[in-house]
Nanobody, 118 residues
Framework: QVQLVESGGGLVQAGGSLRLSCAAS????????MDWYRQAPGKQRELVAS???????NYADSVKGRFTISRDNAKNTVYLQMNSLKPEDTAVYYC????????????WGQGTQVTVSS
């Protein structure tokens, strides 16, 4: 069984920073993509940032230049450094990990709330 444990969310003023972490544990033999999504109230879940095991990253236009995704493959952990936060960044943030557990499976974290006050 694979578990994803997220941490680092909270309440911050506009212009502030937060760092999210997502650690995957269990019988994982490797990971492929490790991504961050977010879902604001009344909106669809959207991809915020993605990373591959080869080191490639991609960002939503709305967070480019402000957010940075990074990962520690040895620890099966992905991070999201969020700077210059805006009220529109307020959402529940979820990590998604594609892991090899005998076959490739996508796993979701439980979500962590990020609230940015103006």
């Amino acid at each position: 069984q694979v578990q994803l444990v997220e941490s680092g969310g909270g309440l911050v003023q506009a212009g502030g920073s937060l760092r999210l972490s997502c650690a995957a544990s269990g019988n994982i033999f490797g990971t492929k993509s490790m991504d961050w999504y977010r879902q604001a109230p009344g909106k669809q879940r959207e991809l915020v940032a993605s990373s591959t095991s080869g080191g490639s990253t991609n960002y939503a236009d709305s967070v480019k230049g402000r957010f940075t995704i990074s990962r520690d493959n040895a620890k099966n952990t992905v991070y999201l450094q969020m700077n210059s936060l805006k009220p529109e960044d307020t959402a529940v943030y979820y990590c998604n990990v594609r892991a090899f557990v005998g076959t490739w499976v996508n796993y979701w974290g439980q979500g962590t709330q990020v609230t940015v006050s103006s």
